[in-house]
């Protein structure tokens, strides 16, 4: 099943136009929550360099990603990020090709190298230790937006990526 990923790094016009952009982003994930394609947003700033910001998103399916930038509330904070907020955003999509989750339990040395499904990630981190039931620590999605995750029910998984292969057929 495909999953795709968006990065993004944007350098804002000044420091206020970032604090009004927080603003606006603040409200960002009750738009992401409400698509059915969405599943991981995660923003940070470049810890060498304080004017370097990071986005990186995940989707159940490029018509998710699609949908996401055709929706009216992200259709309207871009607008108003390019009309001088913003200086420069650079933006790469990807195709997954894997996903691998590495653990090793800091109380009972148990190692977990294992393949999962990135639409079900947050189930995936949740899971204890199979050795002694250690609770792995995770984020949370956070109110400021800068962080947002969900996974997506199973059935939902399936359906993005057929209708994209019938589109592709057509």
Known sequence: MPIYLSMQRVRFSSPDAYEKFKVVFGDTRHHLMKLPGFLHLTWWEHPDDPTW???????????????????????????????????????TNFELVGTRLLRICPCCNELQDKVYELAQEQAVLREQC??????????TEQPSSFAV????????????????????QA
């Not at 995940?58 to 200086?87: R, V």
């Not at 199979?130 to 984020?139: A, I, Q």
């Not at 996974?151 to 399936?158: F, M, N, S, T, V």
């Open 53 to 91: 910001f990071n986005e990186c998103s995940f989707w159940t399916s490029k018509t998710a990603l699609y949908d996401w930038h055709t929706d009216t509330y992200h259709k309207h904070a871009k607008a108003w990020a390019a009309n001088g907020a913003i200086m420069e955003d650079i933006i």
């Open 130 to 139: 199979p050795k002694c039931g250690f609770h792995f620590p995770y984020l």
């Open 149 to 168: 995750f969900k996974d997506a029910p199973l059935g939902q998984i399936e359906e993005p990526a057929a209708a994209e292969r019938q589109a592709v």
